[in-house]
């Protein structure tokens, strides 16, 4: 099958290769999370995990950044699963890393790892109607559709709340989630009580340093309880 490719990100020695379908902002203000990363723990993790990875910018930054010796993704979208892939044989990342394991998965229960690090750039809004009007693509006369759908979309926070319910299970004694949600569909407030049954923690909430106005981004951190 041929899989096309409409740029390639390059971060440090890897080529990561994406489509328009898949990049979900990760090419903008994803990567600043590898910064954050880097400044906040200032340490190497051993199994980093990627939910949502979509071309998987996150991910392999944090391979490419040395912040992780490993790295494992979750991706629903098939093209994107490709891509993935297709980024990994290319740069020869088995010579780099013991584990590059990509699961093609709506959920995650059937991930049997330990993560010390897991990161993700989820749908930002629980509805369509959400995303459309704080996003002003009504009046711009645009349309979600598609695959766009997905990236933006997590029905009533379906996705979310298979993960937090999951991810306990498969989040080291020390480990971290570190998310990125933008302030246009949600607040810490709407994940607390899911996140609070699933007896993990939000530890910390910040606004992203550069994209925080112009984008509304926001960082979430969550630990065992």
């Known amino acids: 099958m041929?899989?096309?490719?409409?740029?390639?990100?390059?971060?440090?020695?890897?080529d990561v290769f994406c489509s328009k379908e898949t990049v979900g902002g990760g090419h903008i203000f994803g990567l600043?999370?590898?910064?954050?990363?880097?400044?906040?723990?200032?340490?190497?993790?051993?199994?980093?995990f990627e939910w949502c990875a979509g071309a998987g910018f996150l991910g392999y930054g944090l391979l490419a950044t040395g912040?992780?010796?490993n790295i494992?993704?979750?991706?629903?979208?098939?093209?994107a699963v490709d891509l993935l892939?297709?980024?990994?044989?290319?740069?020869n990342l088995m010579d780099i890393c013991q584990i590059c394991q990509i699961y093609h998965t709506h959920e995650i229960d059937n991930i049997h790892m330990m993560f010390d690090l897991v990161v993700g750039n989820p749908p930002?809004?629980?509805?369509?109607?959400?995303?459309?009007?704080e996003l002003r693509w009504k009046q711009m006369g645009w349309e979600i559709k598609g695959h766009f759908t997905e990236i933006l979309v997590d029905y009533n926070w379906k996705a979310h709340k298979n993960?937090?319910?999951?991810?306990?299970?498969?989040?080291?004694?020390d480990g971290v989630i570190l998310l990125q949600e933008n302030k246009r569909g949600s607040t810490y407030k709407d994940f607390e009580e899911i996140i609070n049954k699933s007896k993990l923690k939000i530890t910390d909430?910040?606004?992203?340093?550069?994209?925080?106005?112009?984008?509304?981004i926001y960082y979430m951190e969550v630990t065992h309880d």
């Open 205 to 216: 909430v910040f606004d992203s340093p550069h994209h925080g106005h112009e984008m509304e």
């Open 72 to 79: 494992s993704f979750n991706e629903i979208y098939k093209p």
């Open 163 to 173: 993960f937090f319910s999951n991810i306990k299970s498969k989040l080291a004694g």
């Open 32 to 48: 600043e999370c590898l910064d954050i990363i880097d400044k906040k723990y200032g340490k190497t993790f051993n199994n980093a």
């Open 124 to 133: 930002h809004f629980k509805n369509k109607e959400d995303a459309l009007e």
């Open 2 to 14: 041929k899989i096309e490719t409409h740029d390639i990100w390059r971060i440090n020695n890897i």
């Open 85 to 91: 892939e297709q980024t990994k044989k290319e740069n």
């Open 67 to 69: 912040l992780a010796k």
